[in-house]
């Protein structure tokens, strides 16, 4: 299996973000990226490519163009009112205040296209976001091209970023802006299995009023766990997409069995709906020594999720989310995808 990286996202570093009570340096950091590219080294799962400059047009299928157009503003903007460190949102339209008028100051129009704090963006970050999205789109471009499957090494991640909005990691879904990638290239229907322990609520509101997409989610029950907001089960699409969205909130504590049952109900699912081409959400923040997370899944588990995707028999593009347990998360991540191939 081809792997598609670039170093570029190592400029996405150094941010800060709030946890518990304080400022800590973000749980999504470089060396994520670096340990699971020694680990392809070690398997030797196959050649690692560099990405190939993409434009935005299918991402503004996807996302708003006003959001994509702020993105790269960001940080000039911040550096503009003469500050430096870490750009954070910390004012958010909720119920009850204006969440349709764009404030001028840079502060007001953070909070406006984000849901959460955990966006901490510095100088090079967007041209990590940048890279990360091409990542996803070239990995893409093999899997359309008749390769089996393709590895995505997305950072940052894209599974909380939605229509326009950031949060989580997540500045562009890279799962969204690759399935509908495909859409456009002629496939008729496209799965997107989420298997990372947070609810991917950007792609399910990306995606929630079409039937052309079906999105699965396996993850913390939003009951106990971030993002809390999106992820119930009975969340399960709207007016043409009724019945295309499909969540299994699992209750902290979940290990391989029970995880694994919801695993094969969402994989029975997607066989019946018949997809051209899965794109799997890869996080492997189900870790059982995870730092953030709250799921038993262990080493041995990862692999077995891989054989169970490659069961389905159909074209799988794996696109990188989540997974903090920095010095697991190469076997992990890896693991699924040798488990794809065996
Ligand atoms: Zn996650």
Redesign the pocket.
């Known amino acids: 299996m081809k792997t598609v990286y670039s170093p570029r996202h190592l400029g996405h570093s150094g941010n800060m973000e709030l946890v518990a009570g304080a400022i800590v340096p973000a749980f999504e950091m470089p060396s994520r990226a670096d340990f699971i590219l020694s680990r392809l080294d070690e398997v030797k799962l196959g050649p690692v490519i560099d990405p190939t400059e993409h434009d935005f047009s299918t991402a503004a299928r996807v996302h708003r163009q006003d959001y994509l157009d702020f993105l790269p503003t960001v940080y000039p903007r911040w550096k503009a009112e003469g500050r430096d460190g870490t750009a954070l949102p910390f004012t958010w339209p909720t119920r009850g205040l204006r969440g349709d008028v764009l404030p001028e100051s840079i502060d007001g129009a953070l909070g406006y296209y984000s849901f959460d704090a955990g966006i901490g963006m510095v100088e090079g970050s967007w041209d990590a976001i940048k890279s990360s999205h091409d990542v996803a789109l070239t990995a893409a471009g093999l899997v359309q091209g008749g390769e089996r499957a393709a590895y995505a090494l997305c950072r940052p991640?894209g599974?909380h970023a939605g229509a326009a909005f950031m949060g989580?990691y997540c500045f562009i879904n890279n799962a969204a802006v690759a399935a509908q990638w495909f859409l456009d290239q002629g496939a008729k229907r496209v799965s997107i299995l989420d298997v990372?322990?947070?609810h991917g609520n950007g792609t399910q509101e990306i995606f929630y009023a079409r039937s052309d997409v079906q999105v699965i989610n396996f993850h913390a029950d939003p009951m106990q766990e971030y993002p809390y907001f999106l992820g119930h089960a009975d969340e399960t699409g709207a007016g043409e997409g009724e019945g295309f969205n499909l969540n299994y909130p699992l209750r902290w504590g979940t290990s391989w069995e029970s995880w694994n049952a919801a695993l094969e109900d969402g994989c029975a699912k997607l066989a019946d709906y018949a997809p051209d081409v899965v794109v799997v959400s890869l996080?492997v923040?189900t870790f059982e020594k995870d730092p953030i997370?709250k799921f038993k899944l262990t080493t041995e588990d990862f692999p077995k999720i891989g054989a169970r995707i490659a069961k389905l028999g159909l074209p799988t593009l794996f696109v990188q989310?989540?997974?903090?347990a920095v010095a697991d998360i190469g076997v992990n991540a890896v693991g699924v995808l040798t488990g794809f191939e065996s």
């Open positions: 991640p599974h989580g990372d322990y947070h996080g923040d997370s989310e989540g997974g903090y």
